[in-house]
């Protein structure tokens, strides 16, 4: 299956810093989506972007699906960012809309 | 709108035991997909339920089946509980199963059930 590799693993941060992960991916995707994990498991939607730029307040994503990658950005980072965030995708090849997730990236905003 | 939710909350179950798990999709959505995530992973795509039958599975054996109802909620039942079927158990809707050629739909997920075999 498609492989999905985000770094860095882990990440401490002030509050107020800014930010960039990133999500490499190894085959042509469909969808991708940003989803943050919260301390109870609930994953939330960031943003559905298999291509191009979104942003949606401090967070801001970017889909370079011809190089295989997606940055998520974000600025003025605070307490309540903390959790692991996710890059999950899919592919034109796969028979069910599944996603393929990375093994994230842990963020800790210290105040 | 409802958003997806997922019963129950946290179950402990023994070695050998069988378990049933329930999803109802967000409003609007007709497609259940069903992921399983072991401590400090990410989730893994377990099956997908599109029309009341399976659209796609992934590396699970036949242990782990489901089933869509009319009203497209869904449940996944899993036999023969093993220990390493201990892990947060994640459903997620979307308003198509969107394969082939098309782009995919965005899936939104639930808070999860936790599951702990013992």
């Known amino acids: 299956g498609i492989q999905v590799e985000q770094s860095p693993p882990d990440l401490i941060l002030q509050e107020g ?4 992960l990133r999500c ?16 109870w498991g609930q994953l939330i939607n960031l943003f559905y972007i298999p291509s191009g730029t979104k942003q949606n307040g401090r967070l801001s994503a970017t889909t370079v699906a011809t190089e295989r990658y997606s940055l998520l950005y974000i600025s003025s980072s605070q ?12 592919t034109f090849q796969t028979g069910a809309n599944n996603l393929f997730f990375g093994t994230g990236t842990r963020l800790t905003v210290i105040p | 709108e409802t958003g997806v939710t997922q019963s129950p909350t946290h179950l402990i179950k023994t070695r ?10 967000q409003s609007g959505h007709n497609t259940v997909s069903w992921y399983q995530q072991a ?4 989730p893994q795509f377990i099956f997908q339920y ?8 992934g590396n699970f054996p036949p242990r782990f089946s489901g089933l869509q109802f009319p009203n ?10 093993e220990l390493d079927d201990s892990a947060l158990y994640l ?8 394969q082939g050629g098309h782009y995919g739909y965005e899936q939104y997920f639930g808070p999860g059930t936790r599951l702990t075999v013992t």
């Open chain 1, 17 to 20: 810093a800014n930010s960039t």
């Open chain 1, 24 to 39: 490499n991916f190894s085959d042509s995707v469909n969808n991708l989506q940003w989803f943050h994990q919260n301390p």
């Open chain 1, 79 to 90: 307490t309540t960012d903390s959790g692991v965030y996710f890059c999950a995708v899919d």
């Open chain 2, 16 to 25: 050998g035991q069988q378990v049933t798990l329930r999803c109802s999709s």
């Open chain 2, 39 to 42: 401590l400090g992973q990410g």
């Open chain 2, 50 to 57: 599109y029309r009341e039958e399976e659209n796609g599975r």
């Open chain 2, 72 to 81: 497209y909620s869904s449940e996944l039942n899993v036999n023969a509980l």
């Open chain 2, 91 to 98: 459903c997620a809707s979307s308003a198509e199963p969107g």
